[in-house]
C-alpha cells in the first residue's frame, strides 16, 4: 500500500476564497512590480553623437597600430561597475590590439578627490588600460557622449568605428553584442552592428542650459 | 501477523508529511525574511544611489529591494504563519522564493553566482517532499525565461535577435535539476509509506498484545480467587489438625496468593491506562496537587514531612490520569522518606522549549543510578518488598501516561540522598494519543 494519492491537502471551497483573492491580488503586485523593474533595466540612456573622425582636438593620443578605444565613465555610477567589467573582459580577449582609455568625468565644482572611486578603482585594476580625470567634461563633450559606459571606438585610420554601449541591460554583465562588435573591429577592422544601445547614468546633471537629457541610472 | 488497517496506515503517513509541510513552512518563513533584509543590505551595498552628472538620489534597487522584497515576501510569511501545512502556502511559497531569487539576480546585477540561487531554491523546496511544488517555481522561472525572451531577450541570451526556442536551453537545467528532486521525493515517500506501515502494524500488535494480557489477567482472577478463597477456608477448618510445617506452607499459599490477585489487579489497571480513551482539558497542576496530598493524610498524619509546594500551571491532558501521576509520584515520596525523622518532599514546574516539566524531590533513601533505567519498568522494584510494599507498577503507570500526552519522564537520585522524579509535558496539545 502506498499513500502517495492521499488527498490529506484538500479543503473546503468556501475556506478558499479568502487566499485566492489574497493570491491573486499579490501575484498582480507582485508581477507588476518586477515588469517594471525589468523596464527601466532596459530604458536605454541617450546615445552619444561622437564625430566620425577622431577630434584632433582630444588630451588623449591616438595610436596607428592598434585601435583606439574610449569609454566615457561617471565615478559613482553603479551601472558602470558593469561596463567595467566587460572591458575587462574585452580587453582580455583583444589583448595588443586595443588601445584602451577610460575617461571619469568629473564637473566643475566638486571636490579633487570625487572621482577616486570604486569604479577608478576597478578601471585602475584593468592592464594596460589608461585612466583619465575629464576636468569640466571637456572630453565627454567633445565626444558627443551623455550616458556613462558610453564606448567609442576609431579604427587605425581615425575612423568611427563603433558606438555605444558594451552590457546587455543596465549595470548587469554577460555576453552583449557591444563587445563582439569591439572585438570583431580589432581582429577584423568591421563589425555587423557599429552602434548598440548603452546603458547607464547620465554623464551631466539638470541644469538649465541644457536640453538634452539621459534616463537616469536605475538598475 | 496483526492486520494491517490501510486508514490508520494513511492517517499515520498524512500526519508525517502534514508535520514536515509545516516545518518546512517555517523554515521557508524564515528564510524570505533573511532573503528580504539580504536584498536591501545588497542593493544598499552596491547601488545605493543613482547619479545624474553631480546629482545623486536614492537608487531604483533599494527601493525594489525593500518594497518588492516585501511584496514577494509578505504573502509567504502570512500564510506560513496562519496557515501552515496547507496546500496554497506550500505553492505560494514557491512563487516567491523564484521570484525573490529573480529579484536578487537583478540586484547584483545579473552575476552568474546568483544563479545558483534558483537551483539551491528548488533544492530547498524539495524539502516539502511535494513535487507539484517543484512544477510550480519552475514554471515560474519559465514563464520568466519566455517573457523575457520575448521583450527583452538580450537580458537572457545576450544577443537581441535570437532562435526563439533558445528558452528552452536554459529552462533545461532546471528540469534537470527537477528530475532527479522529483525521484528523491518519491523514494522518500516510498519510505514514508513503508515507516507508516510498519508503525501501524507496530500498534496493532501492541494492541492485541494488550488484549491479550487483560484477557488472561482477567481469565486468572477466577481460578485465583478460587485458590485464595478454599485456602482461607482451609486455614480456617483445619488449622488445629495441621502440624505447624503444614500451617506454614497454607500461610505461604494464602500470602502468595494475595500478592498475585494484587499483582493481576495492577497489571489489568495498567493495560486499561494503555486502553482508554483520553480526555482532553485545561488541568490547573495546584489543585490537583493539593487533593494528591490530602489523600495521602492517613498515612501522612503521624509523620513529620515537610511540604514545599512551588507555583504550578495549568496543562493540558486529562485530569484523571494527571491526577494519578501525581499521586503515584507523591505516594512514592511519602514511602520512600518512611526512614526519615524529618522527610521533605518538594513540588515544582518550570516552562521552557515548548514544554512543561513537573518535578516532585525528596530526602528518602534515594536509589543507585545505575539502575535508573529500571525505575519505570512494569514491576520494577529497587528495593525489597520487606522494606518498603509495593508491586512495581506506579512508576510504569507514570510512563505510561505521560507518554500518552506526548511528554517524557526521568528521575534522579543517589543512594541515601534522596531522588528527584521528573515528567514533561508539551505546552500544546499536539502529540497526545
Known sequence: ?219 | MPVVTPNRSSELFGEHLRGIWVRTDRMFAGLMLFQWFAGIAVALLIAPKTWEGEFSRTHLHVWAAVLLGGVFTALPVALATTRPGSLVTRHVIAVGQMMTSALLIHLTGGRIESHFHVFGSLAFLAFYRDWPVLITASAVVGADHILRGVYWPQSVYGVASIEPWRWVEHVWWVVFEDFFLVISILQSRSEMSGIAERQTRLEASNTELEAFSYSVSHDLRTPLRHISGFSAQLQRHAQNSLDDKARHHLDQIVRSADRMGRLIDDLLSFSRMGRSEMQRATVPLGPLVKEAVQDLHEETKTRRIDWTIGPLPEVKGDPAMLRLVLANLLSNAVKYTRTRTEARVEIGARSANGETTVFVRDNGVGFDMQYVDNLFGIFQRLHSAEAFEGTGIGLANVRRIIHRHGGRTWAEGEVDEGAAFYFSLPTTAEGGR
Not at chain 1, 596607428?64 to 580577449?93: F, G, N, Q, Y
Open chain 1, 1 to 219: 500500500m502506498r499513500h502517495d494519492q492521499t488527498n490529506i491537502s484538500s479543503s473546503p471551497a468556501r475556506g478558499m476564497l479568502l487566499p485566492a483573492v489574497a493570491v491573486a491580488a499579490w501575484l498582480a503586485v507582485s508581477g507588476a512590480g518586477m515588469w517594471i523593474v525589468l523596464a527601466h533595466e532596459f530604458r536605454q540612456g541617450l546615445a552619444a553623437s561622437a564625430p566620425t573622425a577622431w577630434p584632433e582636438k582630444s588630451v588623449i593620443e591616438r595610436v596607428k597600430d592598434r585601435v583606439t578605444l574610449v569609454m566615457l565613465a561617471h565615478p559613482h555610477c553603479p551601472c558602470t561597475k558593469a561596463s567595467l567589467d566587460e572591458l575587462s573582459a574585452i580587453i582580455a580577449r583583444g589583448k595588443d590590439l586595443i588601445d584602451a582609455h577610460v575617461l571619469f568625468i568629473r564637473p566643475e565644482g566638486v571636490s579633487s578627490d570625487w572621482t577616486r572611486t570604486e569604479n577608478w578603482r576597478k578601471a585602475e585594476a584593468i592592464p594596460g588600460v589608461h585612466l583619465l580625470v575629464d576636468e569640466k567634461d571637456a572630453e565627454a563633450r567633445l565626444f558627443g557622449a551623455k550616458t556613462s559606459g558610453q564606448v567609442i571606438v576609431y579604427d587605425r585610420e581615425g575612423r568611427l568605428a563603433f558606438s555605444g554601449g558594451i552590457t546587455p541591460s543596465r549595470a548587469h554583465t554577460g555576453d552583449s553584442e557591444g563587445v563582439e562588435a569591439i572585438l570583431s573591429i580589432a581582429r577584423n577592422g568591421a563589425a555587423a552592428r557599429p552602434a548598440t544601445a548603452v546603458f547607464g547614468c547620465p554623464l551631466f546633471g539638470p541644469r538649465p542650459a541644457r536640453a538634452e537629457r539621459s534616463e537616469p541610472c536605475r538598475s
